[in-house]
């Protein structure tokens, strides 16, 4: 017997209207008192619009899905507040305010009830983008480590939410695949779904745990264009979870896998910037190699199942076969071999 599928995809099915960029810009106008021009950015499940102002600064409006529970939608401002105060140097985005509140409400045009917040635009040029190097890697590293120190004391309800793309979920991805009969890598995917629900999980429940940033990739960086090794913003903090420490390591990781042939030193010298604010133990050393191999199975999966069942906007287009090609090879060559980080 296969598991019911996740209810955090099941939603996935009906991807609802796109909101008009007048009504967001009229939005904007009558909530926050801002003139802008919107124009559409990707999103996986809410509608998210870069907002233009005349000085070409502005800002970023996050409108929440018409099924989103208030608790959730409430996570992502939240942290960035607790963020403001922990730690104000981090290159996050800021919350602003709409008279006293965080928040917006209006109606889409079917006269359903929307809930928006606005924060501030981070400008530079994302991490997918730019020239990897080492000194931009352990930065990558080190800032990770930082921002994980800064949401220790973290605490929300929504933190504890069942989210598919929270690593400690990676059993439930056996429902999923069993609705990809043709997926490409389906038969290492479920083979390691089985592995990592017998012989991982366990041993990763008993490793430390608490809420992290958890969607720490290259489109969710962003550097400096003039020296592309200083890291200028973290932005994106919807999948934050109360999960494993080691997991938001591993979707650090990722994020840093720009090639095939530098993928070996990528992973090291990010986990080397990490340790030098952070010191690992090493039973975590040990599992991190699973981890890292368990996020691309989650990409792979989750990919797939968008594509074939929720279309997210265009957010999912750029990850196709090529792209995971060599890293599914990657995946199964860390789970043959010894922990390169011990």
């Not at 938001?248 to 720009?258: E, H, K, R, T």
């Not at 910037?273 to 039973?283: D, H």
Request: charged fraction near 25%; glycine fraction near 6%; charge should be neutral.
């Amino acid at each position: 017997m296969h598991g019911t599928l996740p209810a955090a995809i099941s939603a996935a099915r009906s991807p609802e209207e796109q909101i008009a960029t007048s009504l967001v810009e009229q939005v904007v106008r009558d909530g926050y008192g801002v003139d802008a021009r919107a124009e559409r950015l990707t999103g996986e499940r809410d509608q998210n619009f870069r907002m233009r102002t005349a000085d070409d600064s502005g800002f970023v409006l996050k409108i929440a899905h018409a099924e989103e529970l208030p608790v959730v939608i409430d996570l992502p401002i939240a942290a960035l507040l607790h963020l403001e105060r922990a730690d104000p140097a981090l290159p996050c985005p800021r919350v602003v305010r709409s008279r006293d509140r965080t928040r917006v409400t209006f109606r889409d045009a079917n006269g359903a009830e929307r809930t928006a917040f606005l924060y501030t635009f981070l400008p530079g040029k994302p991490l997918l983008s730019a020239t990897r190097c080492r000194s931009q890697r352990t930065a990558c590293g080190r800032l990770l480590a930082r921002l994980g120190h800064a949401l220790r004391a973290f605490q929300h309800p929504a933190t504890r939410r069942s989210l598919i793309w929270d690593l400690m979920q990676v059993p439930a991805l056996d429902a999923v695949l069993h609705r990809l009969p043709d997926m490409r890598y389906r038969q290492f995917c479920a083979a390691f779904v089985r592995q990592f629900s017998t012989e991982i999980l366990p041993r990763l429940r008993a490793l430390r745990s608490q809420p992290v940033h958890n969607d720490f990739n290259s489109r969710n960086l962003l550097v400096d264009p003039d020296d592309e090794t200083r890291i200028t913003g973290i932005i994106d903090f919807g999948d934050l979870v109360h999960t494993a420490l080691l997991a938001d390591i591993a979707v650090g990781v990722i994020g840093q896998l720009a090639t095939a042939q530098s993928a070996d030193e990528a992973m090291l010298e990010f986990v080397e910037g990490y340790r030098s604010v952070e010191p690992l133990r090493p039973e975590e050393l040990e599992l991190l190699k699973w981890l890292i191999a368990g996020r691309i199975v989650q990409n792979v999966t989750m990919t797939s199942w968008y594509r074939a069942h929720g279309p997210a906007g265009g957010h999912f287009d750029t990850f196709d076969a090529d792209y995971f090609e060599w890293r599914v090879a990657l995946a199964e060559r860390l789970t043959q071999t010894p922990s390169p980080f011990l």
